[in-house]
């Protein structure tokens, strides 16, 4: 279902070049299927058990031709949220190399 629909995201964040687009997974149906995909939640199952909330997604843009740094951090441990390591955790999917036209090594 996600694929192909990049281009959605480009054309509504284009002419402000959004670089992070937080709950991501609300108003962006590719994004509210990834996020309930049977993949990632067997995956976060068999980390913290079967009682499972989405409870905030972030979609990074990183937009051609334009520096993107995120500088370290530790996920969910700031100002703004402190997860429970006993309770959380963040997944980070992504799109595999082949699928961005990268020949696997």
């Keep these: ?4 629909c990049g281009a959605e995201v480009t ?3 284009l ?8 709950e991501a997974h609300l108003p962006i149906e ?3 299927y990834a996020v309930r995909s049977p993949g990632l939640l067997r995956a976060v199952q068999d980390v913290i058990g079967n ?6 997604t972030f979609l990074m843009v990183k ?3 334009r520096e993107f740094l995120v500088p370290w951090h530790q996920d969910g441990t700031n100002e703004h ?3 429970d390591p006993e309770r959380s955790v963040a997944a980070w999917p992504g799109r595999p190399a082949r699928a961005r036209g990268v020949a696997a090594s």
């Design 30 to 32: 590719w994004a509210a």
């Design 15 to 22: 002419d402000s070049r959004t670089e992070v687009i937080p």
């Design 81 to 83: 949220m402190d997860l």
């Design 63 to 65: 937009w051609p031709g």
């Design 51 to 56: 009682a499972v909330a989405v409870e905030n």
């Design 1 to 4: 279902m996600a694929r192909g």
């Design 11 to 13: 054309t509504a964040h």
